[in-house]
């Protein structure tokens, strides 16, 4: 190896120890390093944004040649001012696995054969054109990401609902963040957070609500830990259903008893009005009480509907539906004291203090989502602290563009770029942008995720293009969609960038451009647009899902309506996609300005970013006159909802006597399709394990290390137990991380999901357990 | 060739004493914090035998408390 590339890798070692360092140690400082550093001057960096979570940290990409070599903070992204967690230290490694997948694949008798990739292209448009002649167009269907770039959803949206006239386009972002939009939209009348990561800084309050951020967020979680050491009068409490590294690090842990949070966030409510710590003056101006249908069931069925009833209620009759939660009946059901619940309202109510919610997984994979997603908003309502710094109620993403792609272009069944398929004026506006005629575009919404797979299973959806995702893992009662893609008469397009389980599926697999081999954006979970240029050259065939689906549209004869060139395409794109947000509520910044910032926050009006929307010292689209206008509902207030308690889908029971829990760990993103091929990842993380309480360990004689089946209605999985590992469960829970496809845990869980959002319960279904 | 990097806390009020062992020691390079008690190494070495040798070394300092590695690289 020679000397270059050398010491490159050794500023790499040390960014990874200095970024390790300031996780640990909020605020630690090496002047020594930045002399070196600025010695060093051998690598030119390239400023990108991460692209392994929703925090959406600025990085800088150290090129040698044409190898990426090395990554650090960008210390211009306000984001994370110049820190990464584990993972974005070595994310350019995940461009480099050996493994990866250069040349387009087809199944011919059984059996992966390569072949040239405008070959694999000509298979799928004339595989897209049969399957619609023979079983209507509502017979193709996209599943992309909340990983895509927005070009790529952008296009996906274009051709699939703009040229095909199907709105069968689902992206993952349903089973991470479907809930979160359900929750702003029946809150707020209007997606996205109204805060910004500056409420960090300024609460003097935070609470987590089932959420892990020193795993999931660690830059945001370490911002909130340097505060609190800068400020030293700053809380953080971590209201869980298990114990993790955030609780460990928060002020206080309090756990409650899984899809409680619901009692418990209306027993905080009960509180305030008790102890008259409602801000009234807001209240009157800005909020109206609602209430919507109640048992609204789990859709675990095949066709299951839902549509809510909003009726309007009153103050008086709100307080009187919150008479069922005390804190000592909510004691009872949620496992909390009565002295928790009234010392999370205390913070709540007092006046003095500024408090952010912060919540992802834990809220948003729930049978009752949307609910608890309102229920976190009534109390940051009934208080007045929302849309100011530091009181916020702050819904984040997981993943790098799950707002960017899937929220704002709107790659869901029922969403357009700009608003929903059911409206004419929405579609009006769609039809004219992508100049497709206005019948194209279908006014009725067809399956949601979990339906999707199952009309794949059915038989009503006969071919599947997926991209930048990979459902045979993360899908939630597996082996029925998986069987279901394998069933006779399914054919399964997959672009990817490794081998997964996904891939095992396909009958074409298409080479994937990864990262920053493309140029592209993303949008984080405070609003920010990202661009990124084309750092590196990509491998092989491989090409960008955008550039893919623009070949495959024009094979479909839509060459007008995905004209350009492709040294051009995603600032064309970009410029005609803004069209659709084209007013001061979300105005996006120019591409111009994109490529030079390390992101740009919307609404962009008159060259100035939006830090606080709702707010008119903030926020331009607030009428005049007014300090606050939630613009987003037609009465211009912001709802407050009575949304009772109900249990999970399934609960342990005599037979399955424990709950099961699943979600992530610090050093894997996602399914571990990337980060498993980065050797200090994977040795860091080398497999998955089911995290056990020790006294049930006790109890079934189970040590560290050894071996227990889980198993379930649905199917069993053997691995290994975690007993005082880096999480503990409460009595009677296990928790088990998916990243590891040779552990799928989704094979035990339940396809149970939101009736509103649609979105999958990943945290709770029953299990038992056997030692192996 | 492994390049290998670690986050290093000294034994109390031994932060000065284990700089001065680590840049002593072949194929060492010191990042110490100006603000915490943490220093920053990074080790080059030749081969997998030498990193060994290096590591047990490491690990007999008596200014050293703990070692704990954050990246790994075997060149090819
Ligand atoms: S916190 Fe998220 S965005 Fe930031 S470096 Fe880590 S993985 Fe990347």
Known sequence: ?772 | MPILSYLVLPEAGAKEQLCTDLSTMEGCEIIPSDNEEVVVLVTDTPDEKTEETLQKSLKNLPSLQSLSMTFGHSAE
Request: glycine share 8%.
């Open chain 1, 1 to 772: 190896m020679n000397t270059t590339r050398r010491s490159f890798i050794k500023i790499a070692a040390a960014s990874s120890a200095l970024a390790a360092a300031g996780s640990i140690f909020p605020g630690i400082s090496f002047a020594e390093w930045k002399k070196q550093e600025g010695a060093s001057g051998k690598i030119n960096w390239h400023k990108a944004p991460c692209r392994f979570c929703g925090t959406g940290c600025g990085v800088l990409v150290g090129m040698s040649g044409d190898r990426a070599v090395a990554v650090k903070g960008d210390p211009n992204c306000s984001v994370n001012k110049g820190l990464c967690c584990v993972k974005g230290f070595h994310s350019v490694q995940a461009l480099y696995g050996k493994d990866r997948i250069k040349k387009a694949q087809i199944r011919r008798n059984g059996k992966m054969v390569e072949v040239p990739i405008s070959e694999a292209l000509d298979v799928i448009a004339a595989k897209m054109k049969e399957t619609i002649k023979k079983h209507g167009k509502d017979s193709v269907a996209m599943y992309g990401s909340g990983q895509w770039t927005i070009p790529d959803g952008y296009v996906a949206s274009k051709l699939f609902k703009g040229c095909l006239g199907t709105n069968n386009v689902e992206a993952n972002a349903r089973l991470c963040m479907a809930s979160a939009v359900t929750g702003f939209m029946t809150s707020f009348g209007i997606d996205e957070p109204m805060g910004c990561y500056e409420d960090i800084e300024e609460a003097d309050v935070m609470i987590t609500w089932g959420n892990n951020m020193a795993e999931m967020h660690p830059v945001l979680f370490s911002r909130m830990l340097a505060s609190r050491k800068r400020k030293n009068n700053v809380t953080i409490i971590d209201f869980a259903t298990r114990t993790t590294r955030t609780s460990q690090a928060a002020d206080k842990s309090i756990l409650f008893k899984p899809n409680t949070d619901l009692a418990v966030a209306n027993a905080i409510c009960y509180e305030i009005i008790r102890n008259d710590w409602v801000n009234w003056d807001f209240v009157n101006k800005h909020t109206s009480f609602h209430k919507g249908k109640t048992n609204i069931g789990y859709g675990t069925e095949d066709h299951f509907k839902f549509k809510d009833k909003p009726e309007d209620i009153s103050f008086e009759e709100y307080k009187t539906f919150l008479e069922d939660y005390t804190p000592e009946k909510v004691e009872r059901i949620s496992g909390v004291s009565a002295r928790d619940i009234k010392y999370m309202a205390s913070l709540y109510g007092d006046p003095a203090k500024k408090v952010t919610s912060f919540w992802c997984m834990g809220m948003n994979q729930h049978v009752r989502g949307t609910w608890i997603n309102n229920l976190v908003y009534n109390i940051h309502l009934l208080t007045g602290k929302i849309s100011t710094p530091g009181n916020s109620p702050f819904s984040l993403t997981g993943q790098p563009s799950a707002c960017g792609t899937v929220r704002e272009v709107g790659t869901l069944t029922h969403k357009l770029p700009h608003g929903v398929v059911m409206k004419e004026k929405d579609r009006k506006m769609a039809a004219e942008i992508w100049d497709v005629p206005l019948s194209n575009i279908d006014p009725k919404p067809t399956y949601h995720t979990v339906e999707m797979f199952r009309a794949l299973d059915r038989g009503d959806i006969r071919f599947m293009w997926i991209q930048v995702t990979n459902p045979m893992i993360t899908m939630p009662k597996l082996k029925r969609y998986r069987d279901g893609c394998l069933k006779e008469g399914r054919f399964i397009v997959v672009s990817d960038v490794y081998p997964t389980p996904t891939t095992d599926v396909a009958d074409v697999i298409l080479p994937a451009s990864m990262w920053v081999e493309q140029e592209g954006l993303y949008g984080n979970s405070e609003r920010r647009t990202q661009h990124f240029d084309r750092i590196v050259p990509g491998p092989g065939d491989t090409m960008s899902d955008t550039w893919q689906i623009i070949e495959v549209a024009r094979r479909l004869g839509f060459e007008k309506q995905f004209p350009w060139g492709e040294d051009e395409y995603i600032g064309k794109i970009w410029e005609e996609y803004r069209r659709f947000h084209d007013n001061p509520k979300h105005n996006m910044a120019p591409y111009k300005v994109l490529k030079e910032r390390s992101g740009v926050q919307w609404p962009f009006v008159n060259g100035k970013e939006t830090r606080w929307r709702f707010n008119s010292k903030y926020d331009p689209a607030c009428k005049k006159g007014t300090d606050f206008d939630f613009y987003g509902k037609k009465d211009g207030k912001a709802w407050i909802w009575a949304r009772p308690y109900e249990p999970a889908a399934e609960s342990p029971d005599q037979e399955y006597n424990f709950w099961l829990n699943t979600g992530r760990v610090i050093e894997h993103w996602h399914t571990g399709s990337m980060t498993r091929r980065i050797p200090v990842l994977h040795n860091a993380m080398p497999e998955s394990y089911v995290e056990m309480n020790p006294d049930d360990a006790a109890d079934m004689g189970v040590a560290n290390g050894e071996k227990v089946k889980i198993i379930s209605r649905r199917g069993e999985i053997t691995m290994k137990a975690s007993i005082n590992g880096r999480g503990v469960p409460p009595r009677g829970m296990v928790f088990v991380p998916f990243f590891d496809e040779s552990y799928k845990i989704n094979e035990v869980t339940l396809d149970a999901f939101c009736p509103i959002s649609k979105q999958p319960d990943y945290k709770k279904c029953a299990v038992r357990l056997e030692k192996a």
